[in-house]
Structure formats: structure tokens, C-alpha cells
């Protein structure tokens, strides 16, 4: 494969046609036990499909939006037939992603790791993904978090596909985690280490970036409070400051529909605009220049679907 190809749910794109992209979105993470038990009365699909294709549609036309990366990984629901609809009807490039969120499903610990790495690089084949995602919120890794992270670094090597991790800021287990994957020999520019926004410890994100992994300020939630997104946007200076403009991901880690609430309902607002009504011109207003913003929002995503 041309090493500037990006693998998306509606075929292989050259990484140029990326342009602006979000790098850590979902459309929606449910559970299918859930959806079998009850149907529509938890989540209307046809629903959920006309509100993404709204929202990124909206996105596309009002800010030139081109690209999400959707971090669902196949435990929580990864619906590929609905993902493929709505890029194919929005116009926005959409990179699907294997791997797991963080599970103590009782089949997986039975399951041999090296039946488990063969699985995963079959659903990335047959199914043209193009990120590998993985999930951990504990403070230490458990026994099968151990086991299934270390088949996606294998499946890493073998794809050279971006992993994506999803991360607890607060007990900063992200140290330990990208030791493990750096153990395991898998190159810091292939490792995200996710969900850094939700800290304002910089000085624990840099500890993280030195290894030179990117990081994912990628829960750039709805928040009335204009403070919330001048913090991030400090945050984000201190970062530039310190040399790592380059390695900077912005996302919202945005969800049409949530699953995971006992009530979930669908999104009455856009979950995909804040980076752009609320993030960027704080950003601006910080000192950060347009140029700066733009490669943070084309550049450092496009290098890390490339690994580079
Ligand atoms: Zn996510």
C-alpha cells in the first residue's frame, strides 16, 4: 500500500484529501444487547442517521470540515452499514476504527491473544478500517487489559494503522500505558494517547509527549461557561510553548447518540461545533495564528492516520 494512502469506510483515499478533520469522534456508541432487548425504544437508528448526516453536513458547509476519525471501537456498537451511509450522504471522509473498549467480557479472556490478533487484522481487512482503538479507565491495567493491549500493539505492527487510546487524565494512567506500548516496540508516532483534555496538568502531558506520541485534547465538550474553553486553550499555549504544536489533536469526542445514559437520548445540538464556535477563537484570542491553527486541525491529524 502507497504509504499515503488512508483507509476510509468508503474506500482508500490519498492522506491530501483528509483536509480539516476531527480525529476522535463517534456517531454513536450503544450496546447491542441493549438495542436487541429494546429496540427502538432505545435507540432509532433512522433517527440517529438523519441527525448525523445533519450535523456533519452543517459542519462541512459552514467550517470546511472533510474528515472524522470515529473511534467507535466493535464492543460498543461500531455499526459500519450506518457509518458508510452517513459519509456517503454528508460528503465527509469518515476512518472507522477495530479494536475494544475497555471490557471484562468473559469470552475474551478464554480467547488465545494470538486467536484475538487474527480476528482483528480480519475485521481490518475485510472491513478497510483505518485506526485501532483501545480503552483503558483504570488506574492499573487488568489481566485481560494487559492481554488485549498487547494484541493491538501486535496488530499495530502489522497494519501500521494509528492506535488510538483512550485515557484516564485524572489518575494519569497514560504514563504507564504508553510505557507498555513502547515496550512492546510499537513507534511513539503510531500512539495517541487520548482524552488529555480533561486534565489542566500540563506538566503530566508533557512528561507524556516527550516520548513522542501525539496527545488527544479530544473531549472538547459543550460547556456554557466561556472560562472552560479559555482553560483549554491556555492549556494548549503552554503546550505550543513547550515545542509540541506538532503532536496537538483537537476533538470532541462527540456522540449523536450515547448509549452508555440510562435515558440516551438522540443529540438536540451539534456535537462536532464547539472546537469551532467555542475552541478556536480562544485560541486566536491567546495568540495563537490562523496558520498555527489550521496545521493543528489538517497537519497533526493527517500525520497521525500516517503514523509519521
Ligand atoms: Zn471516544
Not at 459500519?80 to 471522509?93: A, N, T, W, Y
Not at 472552560?228 to 494548549?236: E, S, V
Amino acid at each position: 500500500m502507497n504509504t499515503n494512502t488512508i483507509k476510509t469506510v468508503l474506500g482508500n483515499i490519498s492522506s491530501d484529501e483528509l483536509g480539516l478533520t476531527l480525529p476522535h469522534e463517534h456517531i454513536a456508541c450503544y450496546f447491542e444487547y441493549f438495542y436487541g432487548m429494546l429496540g427502538d425504544e432505545y435507540l432509532d437508528k433512522q433517527a440517529l442517521y438523519e441527525k448525523a448526516v445533519k450535523y456533519l453536513t452543517e459542519i462541512k458547509l459552514t467550517y470546511g470540515l472533510s474528515t472524522i476519525v470515529d473511534c467507535t471501537p466493535v464492543n460498543i456498537g461500531r455499526d459500519l452499514d450506518l457509518i458508510k451511509r452517513v459519509s456517503e450522504v454528508s460528503g465527509v471522509h469518515i476512518v472507522a476504527s477495530s479494536g475494544f473498549y475497555h471490557t471484562e467480557e468473559a469470552m475474551l479472556f478464554d480467547i488465545p491473544e494470538e486467536q484475538i490478533v487474527k480476528n482483528l487484522l480480519a475485521d481490518i481487512g475485510k472491513n478497510n478500517v483505518g485506526a485501532i482503538k483501545f480503552a483503558v479507565e483504570s488506574e492499573e491495567m487488568t489481566k485481560l487489559s494487559k492481554k488485549l493491549l498487547s494484541a493491538l500493539c501486535t496488530v499495530q505492527q502489522e497494519t501500521a494503522l494509528p492506535l488510538i487510546i483512550h485515557t484516564n487524565a485524572k489518575n494519569k494512567n497514560g504514563r504507564k500505558i504508553l510505557q507498555t506500548v513502547l515496550e512492546a516496540e510499537v513507534s511513539p508516532s503510531a500512539v495517541t494517547i487520548g482524552h488529555v483534555s480533561d486534565t489542566d496538568d500540563m506538566d503530566y502531558v508533557t512528561e507524556i509527549l516527550k516520548h513522542g506520541c501525539f496527545v488527544g485534547f479530544d473531549r472538547i465538550y459543550k460547556s456554557s461557561r466561556p472560562e472552560y474553553y479559555a482553560q483549554k486553550a491556555r492549556d494548549i499555549y503552554t503546550l505550543c510553548e513547550r515545542g509540541f504544536a506538532d503532536r496537538i489533536l483537537l476533538s470532541h469526542d462527540g456522540l449523536v447518540f450515547n448509549g452508555f445514559r440510562a435515558d440516551a437520548p438522540l443529540r438536540e445540538d451539534n456535537p462536532y461545533a464547539y472546537i469551532f464556535d467555542r475552541l478556536l477563537p480562544a485560541l486566536s484570542d491567546i495568540g495563537l495564528t490562523e496558520q498555527e491553527i489550521h496545521s493543528m486541525m489538517t497537519e497533526n491529524p493527517k500525520n497521525m492516520l500516517l503514523c509519521k
